[in-house]
């Protein structure tokens, strides 16, 4: 399997559904309030066998270069995943998705991983450009973008749709040359 170290702490991995289901759906389950207000696949996510589902169908789609999902571990535990939720092959693009339990906030594992990502993407990937998308009011995303070098290009108006409404977005990128 796949698994790229980030640094004496960090390792992505691609996930292994029969191993890695039980821990990341317990991990949404415990912090589900926090991570539904600004991911809209939370509340679909209802069963460990539902993260089984999906854990395999990101394999299906890494398979088929479509998307690339792998789950963050610190040191032992599973920490969160991150992915490049969709490339655009035309253009040498991907847009970059995370989320992290709770109790692994403050850490500083999310901007080593995104910029772990970032070295992944630019370097065995071959990509030009990768995106972050964050609502407005997601300080701790937003600060995530910042700190792994991605530059504030646009603010989306009402470019999600979630719980509680409508958000406006920032959307970040870095470029393989920045």
């Not at 191993?19 to 389950?29: E, G, N, Q």
């Not at 209802?46 to 789950?71: C, I, K, P, W």
């Not at 035309?90 to 901007?111: C, K, P, R, S, V």
Request: glycine letters at 6%; aromatic letters at 10%; charged letters at 20%.
């Amino acid at each position: 399997m796949f698994t790229y170290r980030i640094d004496d702490e960090i390792a992505l991995a691609l996930p292994r559904p029969s191993a890695d289901a039980d821990p990341l759906f317990a991990m949404v389950d415990q912090n589900r309030e926090a991570l539904g207000k600004y991911l809209p696949w939370v509340p679909g996510m209802r069963t460990v066998d539902d993260e089984a589902r999906f854990l395999q169908m990101t394999l299906e789609h890494y398979a088929a270069g479509l998307s690339l999902n792998t789950v963050i571990h610190y040191g032992d535990a599973v920490a969160g995943m991150i992915s490049f939720n969709h490339f655009d092959h035309l253009n040498h693009q991907a847009d970059i998705g995370y989320w992290l339990g709770t109790e692994f906030h403050g850490l500083n594992i999310m901007h080593r991983a995104v910029s772990g990502m970032c070295a992944l993407g630019f370097v065995d990937f071959d990509l030009n450009r990768l995106i972050i998308r964050a609502a407005v009011d997601n300080a701790p995303s937003n600060h995530v973008a910042q700190k792994a070098g991605f530059t504030l290009e646009a603010r989306l108006r009402e470019a999600e749709l979630l719980a509680d409404g409508y958000h406006d977005e920032n959307q970040y990128s870095r470029l393989k040359n920045d």
